[in-house]
């Protein structure tokens, strides 16, 4: 979005520029509207079947933010831990758990597999970041592998066991958008609230099947305020 700003600037605005600069913005707004809420949603499942890892997401904002003044943008960068369970709901979980089409140009063989041109290819993103042979416990929601192990695996398209955004030049525009947004709206809840499950039971962490990959259970949550009540005024 940065990158249009200058344009606005210009005296003189092209109506095939202004249609573009339109087109980009309905496309970042739209197109991570359901992303970044099913991300959210799956992300605070994930802390509530864990509740060693939600206190520790909360003991850290509390360390760093503190409790007199509610979390802002800049803080997430020193929040490692949250940091790391948004990364590892978005392995387990990607808003999108198939990659979009890509077409071979030229044939060529993968994996003993001989793949003609013209073939059109679909990764299952949700079964490559689950491989066993890359992830140790690969169903388990462990965080801190993101802080040990698998520090230096980001989620940007440059490491390809990892790749709810996808990768290449056709990669989601809105990358750096859904993971500050993620960040600090999970932040923020975890944050402000207590947050516990209506029940003893086990959050229902069973997916729908589509584009976009939804909880098949409405999540359901039970709050209270953590914060002096002059904070939320």
């Known amino acids: 979005m940065d990158i249009l700003l200058p344009y606005l600037n210009s005296i003189v605005l092209t109506a095939i520029l202004l249609f573009c600069m339109l087109s980009a913005k309905e496309s970042l707004i739209i197109g991570g509207t359901d992303t970044i809420t099913v991300t959210i949603i799956w992300a605070l499942s994930l802390l509530l079947n864990n509740p060693e890892a939600l206190k520790n997401a909360q003991e850290e904002l509390d360390v760093h933010v503190g409790k007199d003044r509610l979390v802002n943008e800049s803080d997430t960068e020193r929040l490692a831990y949250l940091q790391a369970c948004v990364k590892e709901a978005l392995r387990l979980y990607p808003a999108g758990p198939l990659s979009g089409?890509?077409?071979?140009?030229?044939?060529?063989?993968?994996?003993?597999?001989?793949?003609?041109?013209?073939?059109?290819?679909?990764?299952?993103?949700?079964?490559?970041?689950?491989?066993?042979?890359?992830?140790?416990?690969?169903?388990?929601?462990?965080?801190?592998?993101?802080?040990?192990?698998?520090?230096?695996?980001?989620?940007?398209?440059?490491?390809?066991?990892?790749?709810?955004?996808?990768?290449?030049?056709?990669?989601?525009?809105?990358?750096?958008?859904?993971?500050?947004?993620?960040?600090?709206?999970?932040?923020?809840?975890?944050?402000?609230?207590?947050?516990?499950?209506?029940?003893?039971?086990?959050?229902?962490?069973?997916?729908?099947?589509?584009?976009?990959?939804?909880?098949?259970?409405?999540?359901?949550?039970?709050?209270?305020p953590r914060l002096p009540a002059s904070v939320y005024e």
């Open 101 to 224: 089409f890509r077409e071979f140009s030229a044939d060529c063989t993968i994996g003993g597999y001989c793949v003609p041109a013209g073939t059109r290819l679909i990764l299952n993103t949700h079964k490559i970041q689950r491989d066993p042979r890359v992830w140790p416990d690969p169903s388990e929601f462990k965080p801190e592998r993101f802080l040990g192990s698998h520090k230096s695996v980001d989620v940007k398209g440059q490491h390809f066991e990892l790749l709810p955004f996808g990768a290449g030049r056709r990669a989601c525009p809105g990358t750096a958008l859904g993971l500050q947004m993620s960040r600090l709206v999970l932040a923020s809840l975890l944050q402000a609230f207590e947050i516990s499950p209506p029940s003893n039971e086990p959050i229902d962490m069973t997916a729908t099947a589509g584009l976009t990959s939804s909880p098949a259970t409405p999540l359901q949550v039970l709050v209270k």
